[in-house]
């Protein structure tokens, strides 16, 4: 016999705090002369020491990659910009409330003006 679980557990174990757990199956019933037999399981098949896992840390991690392209000079002497920035989420929980800030005050600072900013998203969940 084969049992599959899928649990969604409270508390989301940790590098620092994985959880360590233990399990023991009861295998029960009634022989032909109506005596009851029962045994518990144990991960080598002696004795009923409960079997022990660990359910493994959970890590949210992003990868982030920036490029940047520079058109040539446009007639009234500004430049066109454009930066592709790529966020993967590559850990194994879903995050939510993901943000993605981009200080280009502290790029340009001084240097020039923004005279414009549009953004594209071009796929979430997917």
């Given amino acids: 016999m084969k049992i599959e679980l899928n649990v969604l557990f409270n508390d989301t174990p940790t590098a620092q705090d994985p959880l360590n757990l233990t ?39 992003f990868i982030t990659t920036k490029t940047a392209t520079v058109d040539p000079v446009n007639q009234d002497g500004t430049f066109d910009i454009t930066f592709d920035v790529a966020t993967v989420v590559s850990g194994d929980v879903q995050l939510s409330g993901v943000q993605l800030q981009d200080d280009l005050d502290a790029i340009f600072g001084t240097l020039g003006t923004i005279n414009s900013i549009t953004t594209t998203v071009s796929s979430i969940n997917g």
Avoid: K, L, M, R
């Avoid at 991960?43 to 022990?52: L, W």
């Fill in 23 to 61: 399990n023991t199956a009861t295998a029960s019933g009634t022989d032909p002369y109506g005596s009851s037999v029962e045994d518990d399981s144990s991960s080598d098949g002696e004795g009923d020491t409960p079997t022990p896992f660990t359910i493994p840390a959970v890590e949210a991690e």
